[in-house]
Nanobody, 118 residues
């Protein structure tokens, strides 16, 4: 199983960015998917998740109403659209796959760095 995240970069506060995560080696449409982030100071924290069907999504309170998670099962890709970015959103963002749909993420991508300048 491989998860390849991309789309990170340096942006200014208030800008938007879309992260992508392409998965291979798994039955993509059967897996729950999530995005997490990690700063230099903090432990890895949950950002957003989407169920296998895309019918339900979940967000951390800190990103709710600014970030949108979506998936395209035909492309084996999950996305994270980030709007109104803030300096505190600066982190390495990871995508992860939940094969048992139980909230336990067993497969992780390598991360993509998002830096938001204020």
């Amino acid at each position: 199983v491989q998860l390849q995240a991309s789309g990170g970069g340096l942006v200014q506060a208030g800008d938007s960015l879309r992260l992508s995560c392409h998965a291979s080696g798994l039955s993509f449409s059967d897996y729950g998917l999530g995005w997490f982030r990690q700063t230099q100071r903090n432990e890895r924290e949950f950002v957003a998740a989407i169920t296998w069907s895309g019918g339900s999504t979940y967000y951390a309170e800190t990103v709710k109403d600014r970030f949108t998670v979506s998936r395209d099962n035909a492309k084996n890709t999950v996305y994270l659209r980030m709007n109104s970015l803030k300096s505190e959103d600066t982190a390495v963002y990871y995508c992860a796959a939940d094969p048992e749909r139980d909230g336990i993420y067993e497969y992780w991508g390598q991360g993509t760095l998002v830096t938001v300048s204020s």
